[in-house]
């Protein structure tokens, strides 16, 4: 009995993950000296946004099913699907 090779496939890959806001959102972020930080449950993304020279700067992380974010003093917790 012979077996069947096992063909593999190419991963399926993610569109690029893009962000727009308005001209003025870097400058409200860098007189406010704040970043936020926005979770996206079925992206399954926790984004960083914060000012660089009065320009937006966008970080992407991946996360299982991030629900929500909080901090404490310097701690951040994101909560995740299991």
């Known amino acids: 009995m012979t077996e069947e090779p096992v063909v593999s496939t190419p991963a399926q890959t993610e569109p690029p993950l893009r962000s ?8 409200l972020l860098e007189q ?8 996206t449950y079925q ?9 660089d020279a009065g320009v937006v700067n966008t970080h992407f992380r991946a996360f299982a099913k991030p629900m929500g ?3 404490a003093g310097k701690r951040l917790s994101v909560g ?3």
């Open 20 to 27: 727009s806001h308005t001209t003025s959102f870097g400058a």
């Open 32 to 39: 406010l000296n704040v970043s936020l930080l926005v979770s």
């Open 43 to 51: 992206a399954g993304k926790l984004v960083v946004l914060r000012s």
């Open 69 to 71: 974010v909080a901090c």
């Open 80 to 82: 995740t699907a299991l």
